[in-house]
């Protein structure tokens, strides 16, 4: 049973690793998806602007894909969890510093430095002025990118639809060599497709239309938990708590 009498951190621990256990879920599910996804892509130009090339998807089979489904919502789960490990972490935070437990807590991420000190008094009071410090060092409006994500995604996830998955191809062409268009209009050009692959981004972006089709999935997922495991392991260490253990491919954090 967890302690509830008291500031207690372990929770947050908890919700850090079921996100983590989402994510792995979401990427031993990948290859299904792409076996599914039967699409592939078709480059082509208009004959008066041929160096403006316009990529479709040929027989793309995507609102039909069961994975491309599960994967939107597992990708749903580890932004869930991670946002609520901040909250559990603010919560106990202004429990510990200023000695009691308040409702209305939540961890604060804002996109404008002008917005912060009023967040920070509403979400966080009674709160160190170096937890304070801790906490604003990382927010969106720093440019500290996993914060900013977290921001925009999970609240595109909470309060309008699922952050959706969205599948996105890369190829090469030569842009010297031109056919009649696949597609079977006389205005335009056809190129030949090579070295394509499948890529998956997670949800358009809201507040950036230059991103384009969206975030790299998985390197988004992962550099979200690993901001969240390595602000909380400052909280968590301090107060005396083992630290959280959390690594991806290619990134370690303890």
């Known amino acids: 049973m967890l302690d509830t009498s008291r500031p207690n951190f372990r929770a947050v621990g908890w919700r850090v690793v079921t996100a983590a256990e ?27 602007t ?17 994975s491309a489904r599960t994967l939107t919502y597992l990708a749903s789960e580890v932004l869930h969890h991670a946002r ?31 917005k912060w000190g009023k967040e920070k008094r509403r979400s966080i009071p009674g709160v160190t002025a170096e937890h304070a410090e801790w906490i604003g060092e990382i927010q969106p409006f720093t440019g500290t990118d996993w914060s900013g994500w977290l921001l925009e995604l999970s609240n595109r996830d909470k309060h309008h639809t699922a952050a959706e998955v969205v599948p996105t191809y890369r ?9 009649a268009d696949p ?11 090579e070295d ?6 997670i949800a358009p ?30 909280f968590l260490t301090e107060i005396g708590y083992t630290p959280i253990e959390f690594s991806t491919p290619g990134h370690q954090s303890s």
């Open 205 to 234: 972006a809201m507040t950036d239309p230059a991103r384009g089709a969206g975030l790299p999935l998985e390197a988004t997922l992962a550099g979200i938990l690993h901001g969240v495991v390595d602000l909380s392991n400052r």
């Open 84 to 114: 609520t490990a901040l909250d559990y972490c603010a919560y106990h935070l202004v429990w510990l510093d200023s000695g009691a437990a308040r409702s209305g807590t939540k961890f604060p991420l804002v996109n404008e430095a002008s």
């Open 22 to 48: 989402r994510l792995q879920e979401l990427q031993r599910r990948i290859p299904d998806l792409a076996d599914e996804w039967t699409g592939h892509p078709v480059v082509r130009a208009r004959k008066e």
């Open 171 to 179: 190829c090469r062409v030569n842009p010297a060599e031109r056919f």
């Open 183 to 193: 597609l079977g209009d006389a205005a335009y050009f056809g190129f030949q497709v």
């Open 50 to 66: 041929p160096d403006q090339f316009e990529l479709s998807l040929e027989d793309w089979s995507r609102s039909q894909s069961a």
């Open 196 to 201: 394509s692959r499948l890529e998956l981004n």
